[in-house]
């Protein structure tokens, strides 16, 4: 299988990386792309309901639990104290697409885009510690940097870096 091109937006809290990543996923789709999503998450976080029959079936001590159903089906694995799992044993997990747009995972040695909001948790730049960041997209002026930058909601314009960062082909068929 060949690996997907991989994209990322970075930030801190609060800072429009939500909004940006799912704006790029429809403009993308609607250009005939393939695209998936990594978050990442920095806290403990369930998908599933108390009560529900997966829960139940989680909280007796299944590794992995699959829901499926005739529009979806869902795996939820339970680390019960394992680390982490890699990024890259992540990505691995996927089915074939033509993108994999990744939310968060700022440490990732992968192409991303840098989002910027005044009202961000923490207004650090990124940028000037992580040479793989390719551009920022911002709700306010950036003047200190050499990368470009994007209004944070100039999706399209965005959409096309993203193509042209990853030299991803015409939407295909995968």
Request: hydrophobic content about 55%; aromatic content about 0%; cysteine-free.
């Given at each position: 299988m060949t690996r997907p091109k991989i994209f990322g937006i970075a930030g801190w809290k609060n800072s429009g990386k939500t909004?940006?990543?799912?704006?790029?996923?429809?403009?993308l789709v609607a250009r005939g792309y393939l695209v998936s999503t990594i978050k990442h998450a920095h806290h403990d976080f369930d998908i599933d309901k108390v009560g529900a029959d997966s829960y139940r079936h989680r909280q007796a001590g299944a590794h992995e639990v699959t829901i499926v159903s005739g529009t979806r089906y869902a795996i939820m694995h339970e680390l019960r104290g394992a680390p982490e799992p890699s990024f890259e044993e992540i990505l691995a997990r996927l089915a074939p697409c033509d993108l994999?747009?990744?939310e968060g995972y700022k440490r990732e040695p992968i192409p991303?885009?840098?989002?910027?909001?005044?009202?961000?948790?923490?207004?650090?730049p990124l940028a000037p510690e992580d040479p793989h960041i390719a551009a920022i997209a911002a709700d306010h002026p950036v003047t200190d940097t050499t990368l470009p930058v994007f209004d944070l909601d100039d999706t399209k314009a965005i959409a096309d870096f993203v193509v042209a960062v990853t030299g991803l082909a015409s939407p295909s068929t995968v």
């Open positions: 909004g940006l990543a799912v704006r790029l996923v429809t403009e994999v747009l990744i991303k885009m840098e989002a910027r909001r005044l009202e961000a948790a923490n207004r650090v």
